[in-house]
């Protein structure tokens, strides 16, 4: 079965930090750029953070620079972010996404995501309490 999972994630206190993983399985996982979107209560899903196949290209929404990370480790099918110094404007559920191509999640930045594109997970809820 095609599919990608999330996990990682929980409830942490302002300042706090988690690191959340999504692992695939049914891809050969190194063919996919992967991206990290989130979608908070009453609002759009919104991107966080994208990488590319090797992991030398990636990119952040403003809202994630200088506080998150995103890696991958292609020999074990999983991806991650790890997210800094959180604030309760992290609040939200966080999707992961895979899709062949870097540009097709990048586009979804500023375009708006959707599942018409890629691969999406079902979603790990960060809550982040002040």
């Known amino acids: 079965q095609v599919q990608v999972v999330e996990s990682g994630g929980g409830l942490v206190q302002a300042g706090g930090s988690l690191r959340l993983s999504c692992t695939a399985s049914?891809?050969?996982?190194?063919?996919?750029?992967m991206g990290w979107f989130r979608q908070a209560p009453g609002k759009e899903r919104e991107g966080v953070s994208a990488i590319g196949q090797s992991g030398g290209r990636t990119y952040y929404a403003d809202s994630a620079k200088g506080r998150f990370t995103i890696s991958r480790d292609n020999a074990k099918n999983t991806l991650y972010l790890q997210m800094n110094s959180l604030k309760p404007e992290d609040t939200a559920m966080y999707y992961c996404?895979?899709?062949?191509?870097?540009?097709?999640?990048?586009?979804?930045?500023?375009?708006?995501?959707?599942?018409?594109?890629?691969?999406w997970g079902q979603g790990t809820q960060v809550t982040v309490s002040s």
């Open positions: 996404v895979a899709a062949r191509n870097f540009g097709t999640i990048t586009n979804m930045f500023a375009s708006g995501p959707t599942t018409a594109f890629g691969l």
């Open positions: 049914g891809l050969t996982f190194d063919d996919y750029a």
